[in-house]
């Protein structure tokens, strides 16, 4: 578990608590018209920073959630010491790139809420051999998924109603159709 304050108060939060934030955010990245995907960066009692996707309003591919928050983070925290391990919560799992972002940063541990069969990369660490794994950057955060998988279905199931074109459309509904 892991605190977080809110309204002035201290609450631990669950990694169910997270993700629901992870959420929030990819409910208003869906409705300024982009893909629901959201994240947040938490250390120790503080959310350092969220984000949601932003492939329209920038116009690029590289914009995903989870490395938008991370950008973020990185640019608060600098390189000065962390008093807590960095988390980052992601309604959707991380692709490869995104992964990649989280060991660079340093976070310890992912949490998303549905599997992305298609572009996932929670599975990286099986096959990860890293020359020395006593480097910041070399070692894979713990990543944990299936938190809210439902709620984060019935989410990709009602952006597929409203997706502007026929592939992301059937993206969503492939994603809200998952049983893993």
Request: proline share 5%.
């Amino acid at each position: 578990m892991i605190a977080t304050s809110g309204g002035g108060r201290s609450v631990v939060a669950t990694p169910d608590e997270l993700v629901a934030m992870a959420m929030v955010m990819a409910d208003e990245g869906a409705a300024a018209g982009e893909l629901p995907i959201g994240a947040v960066v938490v250390m120790g009692d503080e959310v350092i920073s969220r984000s949601h996707t932003q492939e329209r309003a920038q116009g690029r591919r590289l914009v995903h959630a989870d490395l938008l928050a991370m950008e973020e983070a990185d640019r608060r925290l600098g390189w000065k010491p962390r008093p807590a391990p960095l988390v980052l919560a992601v309604n959707l799992e991380p692709c490869l790139m995104c992964v990649g972002a989280a060991m660079s940063l340093g976070v310890e541990t992912i949490y998303y809420g549905l599997g992305s069969p298609s572009d996932g990369a929670a599975g990286v660490g099986v096959v990860w051999r890293p020359q020395r794994e006593d480097m910041t950057f070399s070692r894979i955060p713990e990543i944990k998924g299936g938190f809210l998988r439902e709620k984060v279905r019935a989410q990709f199931a009602r952006y597929a109603v409203t997706a502007r074109t026929q592939g992301l459309r059937q993206w969503a509904e492939d994603l809200a159709r998952l049983t893993l």
